[in-house]
């Protein structure tokens, strides 16, 4: 196991898949629990650069890979994204109908 300092946190990383946070009371967290942006944007259906935009708006949380910095995207997150969406489609579909 590594420890890496960076930001004034420490950050403990193991090998294999597994990402140890020591900051702020959390404790041990997987990275196959989070997606790169790549892979995120796919899952979502949008492109990188839509989804890095969403990042700098505040629409959209990425935390930053400890070791090589990229963005990572926790799938839990994503899929809230999704279900928000899922809502107000529903929505809006009822207003459609109502109106027709």
């Known amino acids: 196991m590594a420890s890496i300092t960076g930001f004034g946190k420490v950050w403990n990383v193991g090998f294999g898949l597994k990402l140890m946070v020591r900051a702020q009371g959390a404790e041990v967290e997987k990275l196959s629990d989070y ?43 994503l899929d ?4 928000q969406v899922s809502v107000a489609s529903k929505r809006a579909a009822k207003v459609t109908k109502r109106a027709g």
Do not use: C, M, Q
Not at 62 to 73: C, E, K, M, T
């Open 80 to 83: 809230a994204l999704l279900e």
């Open 35 to 77: 997606l790169r942006i790549s892979e995120a944007a796919k899952y979502l259906g949008v492109s990188p650069n839509t989804l890095r935009n969403w990042v700098n708006a505040g629409k959209v949380v990425a935390i930053r890979h400890p070791v090589n910095d990229y963005r990572l995207f926790k799938r839990a997150d």
